[in-house]
């Protein structure tokens, strides 16, 4: 007696699918999270393109003695503002009627996904550019960007340097009498690779053991730290090409956003558009955003740039 095997059978044999649409890993909302404390604005005018942000000049300390029979002469108080100029930012994944039809998986869940994820990465790039648009930075062992080397990488130094200055301008803490650190994983070990008695492992080894084997940072130099892959990295801007890292350390207040909010939130919203073609074949759903991120307080934002044991340095 014959068996049938699989090579009798080629023509009906098929591959299968797994019907779940997997998708790339991504990092979490740092920038444009509430971890940084946004200005918005709470006594607007009127709707404009441009929102204007107002503070007032302290004056001088006075420890002159009046004189008994002459009068004051009144001080004037200066003001100064910051402006954030707000634009319409928005994107749409379209898809036909036929591969919505024959398609295996369900392309228009797949598409508002994808849609989703990018307002998400398009907001944080915003919110990222406006700190990085702070004048303070600390170029470590460099007085440039593009004078880093590859040997210029985070330390504690740097760290402790930048919430000295923070703490010299009167900058509130977040809580816990700490700033907030956000730095990009390959800085990250660097700085816990770092000897010495004030090192990061050292520190860590007087409070909790558990820290070091987890490899969890915590709290360190008057900051909490928060790793983020969304931390820039300027390929090639430093030395001999050397990848320059922008590490931040912020207090509150950082940051000032304002948006159109007539026809827009404080964040991207979803848009299912209108299906208008004759034969009602082509669909898409997309995003948008009316708004805008500006430096607010530049004494409550220090950026430390610097490169990375193993960043692509060559």
């Known amino acids: 007696m014959a068996n049938t095997l699989i090579s009798d059978r080629a023509a009906a044999g098929t591959t299968a699918y797994d019907l779940v ?55 004037s108080i200066g003001d100064s503002s ?11 994944v379209g898809y036909t009627d036929a591969v919505l039809g024959t398609d295996m998986m369900e392309v228009n869940m797949d598409a508002a996904i994808t849609a989703a994820n990018q307002a998400v990465d398009s907001y944080e790039a915003l919110a990222r550019t406006a700190l990085t648009g702070g004048t303070q930075v600390e170029y470590v062992g460099q ?6 080397t590859a040997t210029d990488i985070l330390n504690s130094t740097s760290l402790l ?3 000295a200055k923070l703490r010299a301008d009167n900058v509130p803490s977040i809580g816990d009498d700490k700033y907030l650190a956000i730095v990009h994983p390959h800085t990250s070990l660097d700085l816990r690779e770092e000897t ?62 304002a948006y159109a909010s007539k026809v827009s939130g404080e964040a991207p919203s979803a848009v299912v558009a209108p299906v208008v073609d004759k034969l009602q074949r082509f669909a898409a759903i997309g995003w948008k955003w009316y708004g805008g991120f500006d430096t607010l307080r530049e004494v409550s934002c220090w ?12």
């Not at 950026?303 to 060559?314: D, F, L, Q």
């Open 143 to 148: 007085t440039a960007q593009a004078s880093i």
């Open 303 to 314: 950026r430390i740039e610097c490169a990375s044991s193993i960043g692509a340095n060559t």
């Open 196 to 257: 010495g008695d004030g090192a990061w492992v050292t520190s860590r080894n007087y409070q909790d053991i558990t820290g070091i084997n987890s490899g969890f940072i915590g709290t360190y130099g008057g900051a909490i730290f928060h790793e983020s892959s969304r931390v820039a990295i300027q390929a090639d801007a430093g030395a001999t090409t050397t990848d320059v890292y922008q590490n931040f350390v912020v207090g509150p207040e950082a940051l000032a956003m």
């Open 82 to 92: 910051v402006d954030v100029t707000i634009a319409q930012y928005g994107a749409t």
């Open 161 to 163: 340097t930048a919430v």
């Open 21 to 75: 649409m997997r998708r790339n890993f991504r990092a979490n909302q740092v920038f444009s999270s509430p971890m940084i404390t946004k200005v918005k604005p709470t006594n607007q005018t009127h709707r404009g393109s441009t929102v204007k942000f107002w503070f007032t000049a302290d004056l001088a300390a006075n420890v002159t003695p009046l004189t008994e029979n002459v009068d004051v002469t009144p001080q």
